[in-house]
């Protein structure tokens, strides 16, 4: 089974509701006729509504930053996935490294956020990814074990399809520094064979694998060429339309 790629964008705390209704429409006429590919973009909550609108009869996916596990009660601050199914929403970025680093979300809270998601058949997008000082002190290896086991604690996976991963060295982010192509397939890898000794192999084989940390139009194309690198979780160049959209047209 060929696993499709998938370009995310993350808009974190940007863009008022103007600024995100037209960036919506940019992707939608970016992405639409890329049969071959999948593109989701994540807005800010208090533009989910009026963007759903927009993506409603496009085929651009609807994600959310991030997603509580409950229905319902007192949870403030949080949003339930019922109320993101009711925007449209079906995926979710959970354990993205400036909820852990910044707001001290543990692995066992991000376990039950995915678990929550899924549960609620949102696709959630497990984000993973080490510091700086960690790879280091050469303890890339077992932080990421760490955090995938974490997050994935007590959770089947049948549909392999129904749950990502992305890998996002933190030193990378926002910084302009990117992993190399061969460091973000060492570590791809890495996470393959380690699903592979969670779940069955051809399951591990086929759950998609993101790349994230400072993708540009310039450096899309070889990181899309290694053979772990299911597509890339974007952040600050999917503010900008033109370079979006050279990032969903990755060669």
Known sequence: MTRTPLIAGNWKMNTNLGEAEQLALAVVRSADDKLDREVMIAPPFTAMGEVGDILHDSRVILGAQNICWAEKGAFTGEISPSMLKELG????????????????????????????????????????????????AEQTWSILEKQIRGGLAGITIIDPTKVVIAYEPVWAIGTGKTASPEQAQEAHAFIRKLLATIYEKDIASQIRILYGGSVVPDNIDTLMGQDDVDGALVGGAALNSESFERIINFK
């Open 89 to 136: 929403g079906t995926m979710a970025i959970v354990g993205h490294s400036e909820r852990r680093h910044i707001f001290g979300e543990t692995n066992e809270l991000i376990n039950q956020r995915l678990a929550g998601a899924m549960t609620n058949e949102i696709i959630p997008i497990l984000c993973i990814g080490e510091q700086l000082a960690e790879r280091e």
